[in-house]
């Protein structure tokens, strides 16, 4: 076990290396003008040359991105061209609220998944169908309609919530609890879909295998087939399904983000990339890489505890 | 087994009763527990606090939290004392004096005084940016006494007055100037203090008042909290829900706030929308040099009809990129070009183009409703309309780099020199191709040397004809600033010319 | 797939194709009509949009429908039914060319690295690491600047963006089937890896990716939505996206701009998810003709009515079929009749599709969910299992099974949880059936598996069922079927599956433990020899019918019927009935 995590982590690291210098290449080919952005429409062209050659970018990309390498592995991720605040603090400042908007919404996805799957596969017949149905209700609105829509009527109209985030500093945890609730719903709902469909096809075929009969003819109750031997055996599918959500998600907390205000780090993603915040882009990058690595490494230990034969590979 | 699915079933079930417990809290203004306190839904971020980082309207409103300005513009629109008590220019307006108040002291107990004033005005000639052009005609800053500067400037500036009461004329305190926490933590001698552990860069900015300030009737609130909010929804919702006391919003939200019971400032207008023709030299497109080609733009469009769609009614149709505060105005050029296609037709086939002409303008995300029916309007002339998509954040490289014929934008208006700085003179960004004009070029010199009155604007409103009658633009209306606020909290009036009320203007209901 | 649902599947499969499965499940054919709906409207929607989609009535915005407008106009007065309808063709398409394009580049390089595992695996993998973790918003906004804001670029770049996930569900579905015996019979029998992934990987790999398609095809659309609203889209195309955001900015004066494209992708990205369930439950299946019969649950009547009977098992004209799509059932256990006492072994002896498996698993009360019991009934120690309503008292046999009634399956390997170790798949019935603790449990099962032959009975508890060869398993499966000392023992094919040194010794392992625990047996083979060594009776099954029935020795050396005639002269030539056709074989026992 611990070879594989220390293998896994490894190709992590190589993973990460590969991913920011592709991103600080895309960065700069991508034709922005970053100076110009940063010093606005009433700047000389002088001032605009003054101002990218002060941000090096008259300089060969190697060798600013050997730099950057330089100044990150020494824990100096630089600060924003744009806010001057430095990027590490800002990333710590807001990585926490979307990991926490995603954690939750993921858990709450899995729990609702695995729940409607079961019944829709246990049951069959009307109520597999009605939950078939039921489950695409969170694809028909887009994600910020939804949003929008859980505002008015949970914020505004019926006043459970606020209508943006009340998250700070000095606030109690109960801000974070109402600020987050609206955005893990919204969340929720979209996502459950995907889950519970591979889910309950997973179950099925879980349901259909020999040894669920084996099972039942040894007097082993429904439930417990259900819930120790057929989940357990279905669960590297649905932790697949997950994890794929769980990166999805990390783009898609964008939107939420912007509509309910929620200070967390994917409305600073996509300013950063828009404006060509070069050192804030490349922090956010690296957050992600690990985090996804990180995720992609449990469930793969996951997996490993659940299924015994996936050990031995 | 069973246990499972019952603690599934309740750790769904129990957080959606805590949350629904903790429901007291939603709705509150925080103003509560502290006092007097305001709360404003911001459209942007403010990017950096230093003082030489302030921006025009929106931008500038939370820099008069922590910052005063030498000079301070009224909810008239005249400028009063501030920092400043007196001011006078010489008879060759290139030496401005200033007296200065001797009772003033910045947040960090440095006090205010000449040498202040000199550090400041002249790191922001060194590293402004945004609004060098503030201080570009500064010279020099001549300290005489502890209470007295002067200020050479190279040549007359009609606007350097107005621009200290904007970015160019706000203190910060000389230790704080130039350093790298300036730009996170402003320290000026401003009404409020920014209270750091309450405060979400990029979030909620968070000021307390600032004990023995020295203008007290300056000073409406205990605690002032910007919350940045980029969607309009979010702006809404965040009013709606009671959480922020007055923010901006558009045309298309003016109804649900209306009807929500918020009040909106009436008349307050700051922006044009409209084409700023680049090529007149006809560089990219041969046809924008004829002059007949331009004016056959202004005829085809119907700003009547674009107003009623594109601002629900809340606009009015122009001609004219001067103001009708900016002493340029001329009431009568808004019938310069009435909607007219045939005269359209005429005016292209006499240049030599019967068969119609095509125009390349720029397009913002979220512009394509509007420009699908200018299109249409145009197209009933002849003229083709065809949208390029633009990013906020390319624009302005591309367009310094002549990359467009033409741009479709809202400008602010303002006093008469600073749009002329802004959009005709020959090295700024709005006229990247660099057209000049002799006659215009002699206006626009005449106009330097005058002082404010009737004389500049005389010499203002035959700018503005040249450039109304030349079609160096085709301006479709000024757009109402929609600004809702909670008139049983804030009481608010307009600021001219600024797209969002200054803090002062904000006082508690009474 | 076992014997049991071949036969399920056979009575379904012998009158319809997938595709006539597929149009009679309710939800496929309303998918499947919703969808091909929407793609007429795609493709003939020049014909039925009156107006150009950018084409803008100045004046006329947020009209409502009439006046040559069916549903009103957007807040540029342009036609909302001919944006909807123009933009139709455009999204599918895009939203196609984005799954298309992750197809392409997941699914083969999927089925390689799973079929193959090895450096290729490792590559994949490693890729597909690489790319799921590229941060998806800034990849697509740099392409956008880039290559220009194009719906058609931003769907490619997403599509190669999602690949890793069809690459990841394709090399988790490969790598199941690769393991499954028909493989290695496949390639047994020479076949090539080709046809090997093509015919047998590709078919169980179908169901997923089909799953997937229909989920990324709604998630490109999202995506477009997205990539609207942060103002990053593509502006001067018609999309849902751009109508729903266009609706979205003007919610306040015109919500219903919102509904119309939310309703279109609601209906598309629904139907697809939809279809894709019944195109998955089509092919591979799993759903039902008609409502199941639940499991587990009472039955109002007859709560085990005890009926008078002289034997431990009763079998009186047992009826079982399978539903057909068309009404029908496909009787395939036709009116069965038999006895068996305590202590004695009674052979069911058939060709396949005789029926016996179907018997046995009846008195199991363990056919597949679509089984009826149409007629008859069966008689366990003086009380009817069968029930009123075409099925069994599932109440009264949950009672019943692994505890007085056991089963002996066919396929060792299979039959055991994967995921759990023996010990545990072991003792866990036990301790509720028997209501012993977990000690005495295991007391209990090392003590079984050393008598049903295991040498380490320690190891093997804490092995899993990977870990032992088949006769190991197999018997496991024995000493967990006696566990809890049980009347009656129904044995599927208990030794067809094992190598044939192997058979012996689990031969002669049953009849030591029939003789020893003096067990009544139902042994269902087609082995006559087996047969011969362990049934006391035997009943010669032909097509659902019992055709003949006695004395071991009197059928197998006397048959009266043709059939039995038959089948007792296909034996091995040149070998006298009732001498063992196995002969044992020294050596450790496996």
Redesign the interface.
Known sequence: MLTFIVKRVL??VV?LA??CA??YA??F?????I???????????E??AQ?ARELGLDRPLVERFAEWVASALSGDLGTSW????PVLG?IS?RLPVTLAIITVSI??VA??A??IATAAAM????I??AV??G???G???????LA?LL??LF??HW????????????APF??W??SL?LPVIAIVI?GV??ST??F??AI??QL????V????????????I????VL??AA??GL?VLS?QF??M???V??VE????V?GI?????SA????DVPL?MG??MT??VL??LV?LLVDIVNGW????VRV? | ??F??TA??A??LL?TL???S??G???ENAGGEQGRSLTIGMLG?V??WASEDAHVGHGLVPMQAPYDSLLRRDAQGELQPMLATDWSYDEARTALTLELRDDVTFSDGVAFDAEAVKANLEHFKDDA?????QLAALDSVEVVDSDTVVLHLSEPDPALELNLSQAAGLMASPEAVGT?EA??VPVGSGPYVMEV????????I?FTARDDYWAPELQQYDRVEF?????V??RL??L??G??DATILDATTYDQAAGAGFEILEDYQTDWNGFTLFDRDGELNPALADVRVRQAINYAVDREALVEQIERGHGTATTQPFGPESGAYVDELDDRYPHDPERARELLAEAGYPDGVTLTVTMLPGWDGMQAAIRQQLSEAGITLTSEPV????M??????KKYEALHFNLFQSEAWVNVQ?LLVE?T??NPFGSTDPELTGLIDELQSLSSGEQADAVAQQINEFVVENAWFVPLYRLDQVIAFDAERVEVVKQPQQAFPSLYNFAPAA | ??NT?LVALASMRTRTSPLRRLLTN??GVVSVTVLGVIVLVAVFAPVIAPFGPNFAEVGNAFAGPGDGHLLGTDSAGRDVWSRLVSSTQLTLLSALLCAGVAIAIGLPTGLIAGYY?GLFDGIGN?FA??I????????L??AR??FGPSVWITMIVFGILISP?YF??TR?AVQSAR?ELYVDAARVAGLSDVRIIARHILSVVR??II??T??IC??AI?IQ??ME??G?GDPLTATW?AM?NDG?RN?YTAPQL?FWP??T??LT??SL??L??AI?DAL?G???VA??A???RRTAASASVPVSSAHLLEVRGLETGYPRVDGSTNVVVKGVSFAVDRGEVLGIVGESGSGKTQTAFSI?G?LP?SARIVGGEIVFDGRRITSGDAGVDQGAL??L???RI??I?Q?PM???????TIGA?LT??MV??LRISRAEAQRRALSLLARVGIPDPARTMRA?P?EISGGMAQRV?IA??VS?DPDLIIADEPTTALDVTVQAEVLELLREMQRELGMAVVVVSHNFGLIADLADRVVVMREGEIVEEGAVRDVLRHPQHPYSQQLLASTVAGRKPLTPLLTETEGSAR
């Open positions: 190709s992590g993973l590969v991913i592709l991103t895309l960065l080919a991508s034709g922005l003008d100076a110009r952005n940063l010093v606005g429409d009433q700047a000389t062209p001032q605009v101002r744009f806010t001057a605040q800002t400042a858990v709450v729990l609702l695995v729940s049951r069959g017949g009307w597999d169908r078939q149905i489950s695409i209700v694809d028909i609105l887009p994600n910020f309609v929008l505002v008015i914020a505004i006043q459970i919530f606020p209508a943006i985030s009340t998250i700070a500093p000095d109960s801000a609890v109402e609730a979209g879909t995907g469909q591979q309950r096809s099925i075929g259909e295998k020999d040894y009969r084996t099972l039942r003819s040894r007097g082993v109750g429904e439930g417990e259900l819930f120790a031997h357990k055996n590297p599918a697949t794929l990166v999805g990390l783009g898609g964008v939107i912007e509509i309910f205000a200070p994917g409305s600073t993603a996509v990339t828009t404006q060509g882009v956010v990058v992600t890489v996804v690595v992609n659940l299924n015994p034969k590979s | 087994m069973k499972k699915k599934a079933i750790a769904v957080p805590l949350l629904a903790c429901g809290s939603a709705g971020d990017t950096s940016l945004r609004q060098a052009s790298a730009d996170t552990e309450s405060t979400v860069a990029g979030s909620r968070v919350r940045v909010l980029e969607d929804s979010a919702n965040a709606q829900s959480q922020v990013q906020f954040a390319n302005f490289g591309d367009i310094a780099q802004q090295n960004l709005y | 797939m076992s649902e309710p939800l595992g490693w690491g690489l799921m973790s590229l941060p998806g918003i800034i990849v906004l740099t600047a880039a996930s990841r569900l988790t393991n169901a997923p799953l997937q229909a989920i709604a998630v999202g939505n997205g609203f942060l990053i996206g729903i979205f919610i919102v939310a309703l992708i609601g990205t629904g998810v939809l894709g369930n998955r591979e799993g759903s039902t409502a199941p639940k499991r587990g199991l363990l969910q949950a009672a099974r692994g505890r056991a089963y399956p396929e299979s039959n055991l949880d994967p995921a759990f798949q866990r019935p509720t059936g899993y990977h499966l967990g079927a809890c």
